[in-house]
């Protein structure tokens, strides 16, 4: 060591610092190995990888990166001087670790992510493999329910089938039969046991319990003297054998229409 030279490891760093700025890279690489000598220190290894790097000494570069990154586990630049010189080497596995390392202590560098990106491509199209594309959400639609109130309120009504015949295959006599209020001369149908316990509507008054049993009595009280009366004549427009219909009074004036089982 000639006089005028540095004497500390700092004073040997920063001269490397100046030579490298000036673009003098081996000198700088000397420079750095003073400073290493006097005192190994993250920063000196680092810098002398930087060199290295720049004369295409990517071995070297590594090796020294490696001792850095010993020293401090988190010096960031350490990683990607690293996984330059793993790239150069063709370690491209080896590189994408050293920019993954390098994200982990600064997640928003865009051009870490960019390297880290370009070193995994490189590796899949090696090995032959298809590289994964990005995720994006995709929205899922559901099929709406339909509910019971978007159905029409009024469903069309089938034909009527009485006794569980069919409608074309039921005669007019026995559609008319069906309809009527009773079965035959003299007998009513018994209300359901349902409507029983409902009471009865005559216009807007409303029948008790006792009135409704003394309606029933005398409607069969009255059917069984229209029983006994005489059959009507047939009208017009009847034939003979045809059933026939008369109309008789009932309870409040209201005409109840009676079928006739004997034919006109």
């Known amino acids: 060591m000639t006089s005028g030279e540095p004497t500390d490891a700092e004073l040997w760093k920063d001269r490397g610092n100046k030579a490298f700025a000036a673009k003098k890279y081996a000198q700088a690489k000397k420079d750095y190995t003073q400073s290493i000598a006097l005192q190994p220190t993250c920063l000196a290894y680092a810098n002398r990888a930087m ?93 709406p329910k339909q509910k019971q109130d978007s159905l029409p309120s009024s469903m069309p009504e089938g034909p009527h089938i009485p006794n569980g015949t069919a409608a074309h295959h039921s005669s007019p006599a026995s559609r008319m039969s069906s309809e009527a209020p009773g079965k035959g001369v003299g007998q009513q149908q018994a209300p359901h046991a349902s409507q029983q316990d409902k009471p009865e509507t005559r216009g807007n008054h409303t029948l008790s319990a006792e009135q409704q049993q003394k309606l029933h009595a005398s409607q069969q009280g009255k059917a069984g003297l229209r029983s006994s009366s005489t059959p009507p004549k047939p009208f017009a427009g009847m034939h003979a054998g045809m059933p026939c219909y008369s109309l008789h009074q009932s309870y409040a004036d209201h005409p109840i229409l009676v079928y006739n089982p004997n034919p006109c």
């Open 51 to 143: 060199a290295e790097l720049k004369l295409d000494e990517f071995s070297a570069a590594e090796s020294d990166c490696t001792a850095a990154i010993a020293l401090d586990p988190c010096y960031v630049k350490a990683y990607l001087r690293r996984a330059t010189a793993a790239k150069e080497l063709g370690k491209l596995l080896e590189a994408a670790e050293d920019y993954e390392n390098a994200l982990r202590l600064e997640p928003t560098s865009k051009s870490t992510l960019a390297h880290r990106q370009a070193c995994m491509d490189q590796v899949l199209l090696q090995e032959g493999l298809q590289g994964y594309s990005p995720r994006v959400a995709i929205p899922i639609h559901q099929k």
